[in-house]
């Protein structure tokens, strides 16, 4: 075992006296040593029950004939941080959580983890520690949070609050409605109720292998999702045992598996980052390539909010991950999952007769022909930018509008709040890429607002920052190179005409290249705002989306 080198032999006698201080029998000595890696945190609601998780973990390892040891790991809500200079910390805090992961499982060398996650870039920061490590490793996310409810009206944090919001101040609802709706749009424990980024690589994980079955649909407050977490302990040994390793299971094949359901779902646009960033951690060749390749092919088969009325929960009645999996096992590479089972036989836990097809729609008869999630390219994002298909309404697949230009989210809400925006403005928000930000920070208040406000279909929003994948609406993030770089996104003025095409993928500004070089002349960019600590250190490390805003 790994872990030999820290508890046998005479010259470790000093490392047993300590580890016996922290509780560990002689003869657990003998045992595997599996971290827990837990990321409990009484100020994220996706992660509040997971001391009740921890504790199904612990049994079931110890009853797999293991030692468990948990050790803490930070975590950030984005609602919590959206809008605000917090949000700046969100997709560096997926580096930091791998760094944390990789240094505790590596100085105390342990022989297995498992990893329990739940919201937005703690998933993502698990499975890249995982592919970095290649230690037995199995993932327990959390689970969704209940579905809102109030007068009868079904509610998820996106509806019920964000966008609640600009329905208040367009006076479409009283205040007393909109207090209303607070207090029951996030009823219990979990992940937000839709597709979004926490749920979305919930799935995908799940769809690599690398979660047991159902643990990305099971709800955090239900006895399913707690037998998971036991079952998971238990494996996790015997995965030890047989020596069984994240890039047995995180291979090219099997990424490409996970961007095809991605597409297929029409999940969050976050995931392209962190499917990028995945790869390079694992050393495999993937690029954004692969994605224009496959959504090429692949149609949305899926349709859960915010793109429709039907959250988590009814994904998981109508047969979750595995009723996916075998609707779409023709177009899947085989593989085998953390049990050592195959694909196919992981998607013949799911019935035909408990798929619903009215949910989990057939390849034959899918909501869209096109993919869920689109990349966008042309002289604005050359090297590629990422769209939400699946959120934006058919109508506004070609869309004209002119700019309007902001350098800041905070500056693009204060022109939303006093109704400055209007039918036919293409909203800019630029200096928010990964080093210009610095953070890249998510777009949700926005595109939230532009939606509650009744601009969702006709007014556009893009920038190089990122949005939530309870974003909806014509919205398109990631443009690469971004302004900091020497974007074109940093030369738009108001008034310039920008045309998005979804149908042919692209997203021009209508400037030609003589004034775009005499503007170039004249471009400074915006300096950073940040020049010490951990963000500083970010903005000089971070590469560009295109690349999965990897350090």
């Not at 030692?67 to 700046?88: N, Y």
């Not at 996106?158 to 009283?174: C, L, P, W």
């Not at 030890?240 to 598996?257: G, M, Q, Y």
């Amino acid at each position: 075992m790994r872990s030999d080198c820290i508890k046998k032999g005479v010259s470790r006698t000093p490392h047993r006296s300590l580890l016996m201080a922290t509780g560990v029998s002689k003869k657990a000595m003998h045992k595997p040593f599996i971290g827990i890696a837990s990321s409990f945190s009484d100020l994220v609601p996706g992660h509040i029950g997971i001391r009740d998780l921890e504790r199904q973990i612990e049994k079931g390892i110890h009853s797999g004939g293991g030692q468990s040891f948990i050790f803490g790991i930070p975590a950030v809500c984005d609602g919590i941080a959206m809008g605000h200079d917090g949000m700046r910390y969100s997709l560096p805090s997926r580096d930091l959580i791998a760094d944390c992961i990789e240094t505790v499982a590596n100085a105390h060398q342990l022989d297995g983890l498992v990893l329990i996650s739940n919201c937005d870039k703690i998933t993502p920061a698990m499975l890249i520690a995982s592919a970095r490590l290649n230690i037995p490793t199995i993932i327990v996310t959390a689970g969704p949070m209940l579905d809102g409810e109030s007068k009868c009206e079904k509610l998820t944090m996106i509806k019920g609050s964000f966008e609640a919001v600009g329905k208040y101040r367009d006076g479409i609802i009283t205040e007393e409605r909109l207090l209303e709706l607070e207090e029951a749009s996030c009823p219990s424990a979990g992940s937000c109720q839709g597709l979004y980024t926490a749920n979305t690589m919930a799935c995908l994980t799940e769809i690599m292998g690398m979660s047991l079955p159902f643990c990305a649909t099971s709800a955090a407050v239900s006895s399913h999702k707690r037998r998971i977490a036991f079952e998971s302990g238990m494996q996790i040994v015997e995965m030890v045992n047989n020596n069984k390793r994240p890039l047995d299971i995180i291979t090219k094949d099997n990424l490409r598996n996970a961007i095809i359901a991605d597409l297929a779902m029409g999940g969050s646009t976050n995931s392209f980052l962190h499917i990028l960033a995945l790869a390079n951690a694992a050393n495999i060749d993937i690029s954004l390539k692969d994605f224009e390749e496959l959504s090429q092919k692949i149609p949305q088969i899926l349709k859960l909010e915010p793109s429709s009325d039907i959250t988590m929960s009814g994904f998981y009645q109508a047969g979750g991950v595995s009723g996916l999996l075998k609707v779409l096992l023709n177009e899947f590479s085989e593989f085998k999952d953390v049990e050592g089972v195959t694909l196919r036989k992981t998607s013949e836990l799911v019935n035909n007769a408990y798929i619903d097809n009215s949910v989990i729609h057939n390849t034959s008869n899918p909501y869209n022909t096109k993919p869920g999630l689109g990349i966008l390219r042309g002289n604005i994002s050359p090297n590629g930018s990422v769209i939400k298909i699946s959120a934006v309404d058919e109508k506004c697949y070609e869309f004209i509008g002119k700019a309007k230009v902001f350098d800041s989210e905070e500056e693009a809400m204060t022109a939303l709040e006093n109704d400055l925006i209007k039918e036919g403005d293409v909203i800019v928000i630029r200096y928010e890429g990964p080093k210009g930000g610095p953070g890249m920070r998510e777009m949700l208040a926005p595109t939230s607002l532009l939606v509650g406000k009744g601009l969702g279909t006709k007014a556009a929003l893009i920038t190089d920052g990122r949005f939530s994948g309870g974003t909806r609406g014509i919205c398109v993030g990631h443009i690469c190179p971004e302004a900091s770089d020497g974007g074109i996104i940093g030369l738009i003025k108001d008034g310039d005409v920008i045309e998005i095409n979804i149908n042919k993928r692209t997203m021009d500004l209508k400037v030609s290249e003589e004034e775009l070089e005499n503007r170039r002349k004249n471009w400074k960019p915006k300096a950073l705002t940040i020049s010490s600590g951990y963000l500083a250190k970010y903005a000089r490390t971070v590469q560009d989306a295109s690349h999965g805003a990897i350090v």
